[in-house]
């Protein structure tokens, strides 16, 4: 990274990593700048990191919670420093994550208690662990926040990897084990609690591609330096490979799963992650294509296309189309769900006021939290939550786009997309709820009940959050 | 953005930024509105697709929910009860309970064959307990299809019980063991998912539901006239249904929230509805005369091997149906059993040869035959013989030809006419019954003899207009309004014949009864118009009905239809009516002591093959003819023992009837010593007694002669002889009136005391006086209904001064006064 201009020179920090001290500081008294500089001079001679690591990991130096070390000082003073030091959050997307966070809280409680009363006899037994991660996920979002984005770039290969070996590991491994249902297998058990790899692999896609992407930005924009030549068609091809092989096989591990949703999501998040960095139109017309081919065949009756789907996802498809069948069972859920928006209504049945929670919709505090939302807050509280959804994918989109110098190019494509990611999730649950889309399994970003994933859902926050310290705010 | 350019990369970006950086960050900037503009296509298609449900179809899915949510239970309300005249109970409902079934429940045990073996054991164990087959049970669980469905109904409580225990089993208490709660094992999977076994309770798929049965705590009493009630208390024939919705009542509604669990859920919509119980309906039937009639038809099925019988006993001043009844009966708790003894035997003979024979020709199996049989037999028990059987009247009817020539003026009392046995009319012949001919009569010895040719003669003087006139005025071309669904509907040219196309022949068979058909309802209340002075009144059955509360909410007054004929005429053709009984063919109706007025019918039934040669006997009457209180109609339909004379078959019948209910009505026997019985004694020489001197006499010999004066003798005191009597020798007594014979002095001069009548029943006064050893002479003028209502009198006045000494063997004379009714009684009378 070393040949990439440095253009943070207007920043009010300077750069950690750089030999070259910067010539100008806005530090705020002469004093204490006099006192950094002595400290950063004496620290930096003094680099503990051990060389393997930093080699591992590039950029772990500039951890921010590290830097202070070297540059203001040991201890919790020099702590406190660093921090002030920073720049501070886009405003704008923390009240937003809090806002939504907040309202999940609160909907899942109240979506939850009948539930959770009835199968585990206590009204809190969801709402009590839910909002222990919360907290949990809070601490983590401010402590990420605080982490210079370069160290998510240095832990992006990492993280695909792990993702690859967790994928691998939940096909032997799972919940399902022994439970007469081995073919589903989404969640690895651990600590008597359990996660869903699919989770964690769908952020290893996102850091990768950001990474990798801004790496390579040259070969994908088919141009190299100043000049402007045509390349050849193969070695496009070569640009786009990493790209379709980790997506390609994160979806298809998941696939093996018997996990539809996420195989059909992740492939998406890669396709609009390699779309957002910069891969030429064209790549896209081949699995467009290939869909659009898939379903002509399926309709067509072609017997090994359909043989792919398997029974179940297509009796969902079935549900989805025929509304009348299966009412006990197949269309259950999505019944209940549209029984509970209509009962809702414009205004709505008022909160905690909701009848269809009395265990008619299944898992209310899941996957079918929405419908709830729509029976307690009418169709203006559903528009009103869609609408939060929407002002935090536009916002981490706007902090994205402020990226500007090159060497942002990684925080940009991580911004757009977590919330590329959180923004499709809320849709296809939403659409799921709404019966727009055939039943899938996606649960509602800050508002379904899942610990570990709310937890990683506000450390992605956590992430957008630090990319937004890094740039000036406009205006 | 980058201003300052360092060294290379400086540089690099400045170009990019100049020449290509504001291109490529325009065009990532556009790929990433692209993906923005995805998300919010995505939105809007989401939105209008959430608005569809919870603003369009809000409605209606709102509607699925609450149909989901809420349980609607119906309230029922207690069907009202019966009650005849004096608040005697006739039907009444009590709560029981239904055995039902959930077979989707069963869906819970995933294993096939599990399930099939736990649902045989659940009907094998089942069966015996609601008295089914364990067949019939695990047809009702196999139908895995419903939800909930019937096993037993109307299971009583020696029965629910049963199940119960067999469903929730009992807790060990001191003195029992307990039992447990009937379960199965199966498999099912834990919250692992591993597969575990576990109990499958019974109960969770059987259970108990409120149900109501309907009692009939006389049996078969007035069966065809009360009818019964089906399955949920809905009235199938009789009263039950003609009053179904006054006795039904308002069900109720409890409306409450449930979860998917079935489990109680907090909600405002709860609401809940008091069901209204049904009115009881109180009858004008008085028992005590139903039983009178039941008992005699009863005994003339018997004797008369008839099809069926009918008889009717009606107020004729009111209109009020005080008995109504027919043969064959039925049991009431078991209206689908055959319970007659004759029907029951003459089903089982039918699959001998020679109903097969009969049969050839409708070809049908011997199963349907049979089912065919007792589904006639069925409907011939259930039916209200009285209201719904049609037939022609006969000579009956010749009471009314004679009113109408009487008011028309058209024939006069003492008109003569001379029967030779027959007459030519429209180039038919019509005979008289007494082929030889009547000779010459007047116009009441023409009704004594029933002469038919005679009233041939009467009729055409009447002429087909006036004729059919009077037809309709008597009521006999509509419903009478006693039932307007269960009665049979007369039809115009069907059923009888309209003025317009009535021909001369028709009018002469017409007016002596033939060639039109009637209910013996219609035929009753006709004559009872002319026993009630001219004036035709509606017939009803139901006096009142009473809330739950027991407060009168609609009473039934008498309605006067028209007034036929006047009343001069009326008491023309009742004095006629009057000699019928006393020397012409109705003699067997003639009841001692009341002037009973009658007229016998043999008629023909319609000429088909089926009932070719089969005849119905029917005798009509009301007493007493000075002041009538009550007419009564006996029918016999084919009669099978070679008699057909109304005469012979139903006077007797009508005649016992009536006797024993003026009795009971405490209509005075007044016995006359002009009125000729026969041509050698008197009334009162026949049938009231002189006491026959006795003193002297050893025991058994007085007793013998006291019998032969068809009096009672009871013997008082120790001796041999007889000393003294009371009555005294030469004094008359009614029949069977008790004659005191003393042994000793001692015993003669016992005295006694004279009870308090004041305030009693006539039969509690009678008992008094017996235990008392005096002699009751009941003394009483009342109508035995008052507006409708049974008057139940009580003594207010006696002879002897209560609680002063008398002689044993005294008589008392006892007067009796009228109470509206017996709730009302409070000690204080009407006047």
């Known amino acids: 990274m070393k040949d990439v201009p440095k253009t943070t020179q207007r920043s009010r920090r300077p750069a950690q990593k750089s030999n070259t001290m910067p010539k100008k500081r806005t530090a705020s008294s002469t004093v204490q700048r006099k006192k950094s500089r002595e400290k950063q001079e004496r620290v930096g001679e003094v680099d503990r990191l051990p060389a393997i690591l930093k080699r591992i990991v590039p950029h772990l130096s500039e951890y921010r919670l590290w830097t202070f070390d070297y540059k203001r000082g040991t201890g919790l003073t020099g702590l406190v420093q660093a921090i002030r030091a920073q720049k501070s959050v886009d405003g704008f997307f923390l009240c937003m994550v809090l806002v939504l966070l907040a309202a999940g809280l609160v909907m899942m409680f109240s979506a939850g208690y009948v539930d959770a009363q009835e199968h585990l006899g206590n009204a809190y037994a969801y709402i009590k662990p839910q909002a222990t991660y919360a907290l949990l996920g809070l601490v983590i979002m401010a402590v990420v926040s605080n982490v210079n984005p370069k160290v998510f770039r240095g832990f992006a290969y990492i993280a695909v990897a792990v993702s690859f070996v967790l994928l691998v590991v939940v096909l032997v491994y799972h919940t399902n084990l022994g439970a007469g249902r081995e073919d589903i297998a989404r969640y690895i058990p651990i600590f008597g609690g359990t996660f869903q790899p699919s989770e964690i692999a769908k952020l290893g896609l996102i850091l990768f591609c950001a990474a990798s992407m801004e790496a390579r930005r040259a070969e994908i924009y088919g141009n190299t330096g100043r000049v402007k030549k045509r390349v050849s068609w193969w070695r496009g091809l070569l640009a786009i490979a990493p790209y379709v092989v980790v997506v390609g096989g994160m979806s298809g591990l998941v696939f093996l799963e018997h996990h539809l949703s996420g195989t059909i999501l992740i492939a998406f998040l890669g396709m609009v992650m390699m779309w957002l960095g910069g891969v030429k139109w064209y790549w896209f017309m081949i699995p467009i294509g290939a869909v659009a081919a898939f379903y002509l065949l399926y309709k067509a009756g072609f017997s090994p296309v359909v043989k792919i789907f398997q029974s179940y996802m297509l009796e969902r498809v079935k549900a989805w189309q025929d509304k009348s069948y299966d009412p006990l069972g197949a269309r259950w859920q999505v019944n209940q769900s549209l029984y509970a928006i209509g009962s809702g209504g414009f205004w709505g049945s008022g909160f905690g006021q909701s009848k269809q929670k009395h265990l008619y919709v299944s898992e209310p505090h899941n996957d079918f939290i929405f419908s709830i939302l729509c029976e307690e807050f009418g169709y203006i509280g559903a528009i009103i939550t869609m609408l939060l959804f929407a002002l935090l994918v536009k916002q981490g989109f706007t902090i994205a786009s402020r990226q500007n110098s090159s060497d942002k190019r990684f925080n940009s494509l991580l911004c757009m997309g977590i919330c590329f990611q959180v923004g499709m999730q809320a849709a296809l649950n939403i659409a799921v709820v709404t019966d727009t889309i055939p039943n899938t399994g996606i649960g509602l970003p800050f508002f379904s009940y899942g610990g570990t994933s709310l937890v990683i859902l506000l450390a992605e926050m956590g992430m957008v959050l630090s990319c937004s310290r890094t740039t000036r705010r406009r205006g | ?831």
């Open chain 2, 1 to 831: 953005m980058a201003s300052k350019k360092t060294g290379r990369a400086g540089q690099w970006a400045a170009s990019l930024k100049k020449k290509r950086g504001d291109n490529v960050r325009r065009k990532n900037l556009m790929r990433a509105y692209f993906v923005l503009a995805l998300l919010a296509v995505g939105a809007v298609v989401i939105a209008l697709h959430l608005s569809t449900s919870s603003i369009k179809n809000a409605a209606a899915l709102r509607q699925h929910a609450e149909n989901n949510q809420l349980l609607d239970t119906v309230l029922r309300p207690q069907r009202g009860n019966i009650y005849d005249a004096n608040m005697e109970l006739l039907a009444q409902s009590a709560n029981v309970k239904a055995v039902v079934c959930w077979p989707s429940k069963f869906l819970a045990i995933e294993d096939e064959d599990e399930r099939a073996a736990i649902m045989t054991a659940i009907a094998d164990a089942l069966a015996p307990l609601v008295d089914k087959k364990p067949e019939t049970v695990l047809a009702q669980l196999k139908k895995t299809k419903n939800s909930s469905l019937s096993i037993r109904v109307q299971a009583e409580k020696p029965m629910s019980d049963a199940v119960s225990l067999y469903l929730f089993g009992r807790k060990k208490t001191s003195t029992e063991e307990g039992v447990a709660a009937a379960s199965y094992l199966y498999t099912t999977k834990d919250a692992t998912g591993a597969k575990v076994k576990d109990k499958f309770y019974a109960a969770s798929v059987v259970g108990l539901d409120p149900d109501t049965k309907r009692y009939y705590p006389k049996g078969t009493f007035a069966s065809s006239l009360l009818g019964f009630t089906g399955r949920d208390d809905v009235g199938l024939y009789g009263l039950e249904q003609q009053f179904n919705k006054e006795l039904t009542g308002i069900p109720g509604r409890k409306l409450t929230a449930q979860n998917a669990a079935g489990g109680d859920m907090a909600s405002d919509y709860d609401n809940y509805t008091d069901p209204i119980d049904g009115n009881s309906l109180v009858l004008t039937l008085d028992a005590t005369i139903q039983r009178y009639l039941e008992r005699e038809l009863a005994q003339a099925q018997k004797d008369t091997k008839a099809n069926a019988t009918s008889g009717i006993v009606m107020d004729v001043q009111s209109g009020a149906v005080l008995a109504m009844a027919g043969t064959p009966s039925y049991d009431l708790n078991r209206p689908m059993e055959v319970s007659d003894e004759q029907v029951r035997k003459a089903l089982e003979k039918i699959n001998t040869a020679e109903a097969k024979k009969k049969d050839t020709d409708t070809k049908l199996t011997e199963a349907e035959r049979k089912e065919k049989a007792l589904t006639d037999a069925q409907n011939n028990m259930q039916k209200n013989h009285a209201i719904t059987d049609i037939y022609y009247p006969g000579s009956v009817f010749k009471c009314l030809t004679a009113a109408m020539a009487l008011e028309e003026k058209v024939w006069g009392l003492g008109d003569h006419y001379y029967d030779t046995g027959s007459l030519q009319l429209g180039g038919r012949t019509y005979h008289c019954h007494k082929r030889t001919g009547h000779g010459d009569q007047d116009f009441t010895h023409a009704l004594m003899n029933s002469c038919n040719t005679y009233f041939i003669t009467v009729g055409q003087k009447i002429g087909v207009q006036k004729f059919s006139d009077y037809f309709e005025a008597f009521g006999l071309t509509e419903q009478t309004g006693f039932s307007t669904f269960a009665e049979t509907k007369p039809k115009a040219g069907v059923t009888y014949h309209a003025g317009k196309t009535m021909s001369v022949v028709d009018l002469a068979s017409s007016s002596f009864g033939q060639s039109f058909q009637v209910t013996p309802l219609q035929m009753l209340t006709a004559i009872s118009a002319i026993a009630n002075g001219g004036k035709l009144m509606t017939p009803y059955i139901v006096d009142r009905e009473l809330d739950a509360q027991g407060n009168t909410v609609k009473k039934n007054e008498p309605t006067m239809r028209r007034q036929v004929v006047s009343a001069d005429t009326a008491a023309k053709v009742t004095e006629m009516m009057r000699q019928v009984v006393v020397d012409g063919t109705g003699k067997n109706g003639y009841v001692p002591g009341y002037r009973v007025a009658g007229k016998t019918g043999t008629s023909q039934k319609m000429v088909t093959s089926e009932h070719d040669g089969k005849y119905v006997a029917s005798f009509v009457c009301f007493a007493p003819a000075d002041n009538p209180k009550i007419a009564c109609i006996i029918t016999i339909d084919e009669p099978g023992n070679g008699q057909i004379n109304g005469s012979v078959l139903a006077a007797p019948v009508a005649e016992r009837v009536m006797e024993d209910s003026l009795i009971y009505l405490n209509v005075v026997p007044q016995y006359s010593d002009t009125q000729k019985i026969g041509s050698t004694y008197s009334e009162k020489e026949m049938y009231y007694d002189e006491v026959p001197k006795v003193v002297g006499k050893d025991i058994k010999e007085a007793q013998e002669l006291v019998k032969k004066n068809l009096l009672t003798a009871r013997v008082i005191g120790e001796g041999d002889k007889i000393v003294s009597q009371v009555p005294a020798a030469g004094e008359h007594l009614y029949k069977d009136g008790v004659v005191l014979l003393y042994t000793t002095k001692e015993a003669r001069e016992k005295n006694t005391t004279a009870p308090d009548f004041m305030h009693m029943t006539p039969d509690e006064a009678k008992a008094a006086a017996a235990s008392a050893g005096l002699h009751l002479l009941v003394k009483s003028d009342l109508p035995s209904l008052v507006d409708g209502v049974r008057v139940v009198p009580r003594a207010y006045r006696q002879s002897l001064a209560p609680g002063k000494s008398f002689p044993q063997g005294s008589t008392v004379t006892v007067t009796f006064k009228k109470y509206s009714s017996e709730t009302e009684y409070t000690g204080t009378f009407v006047e």
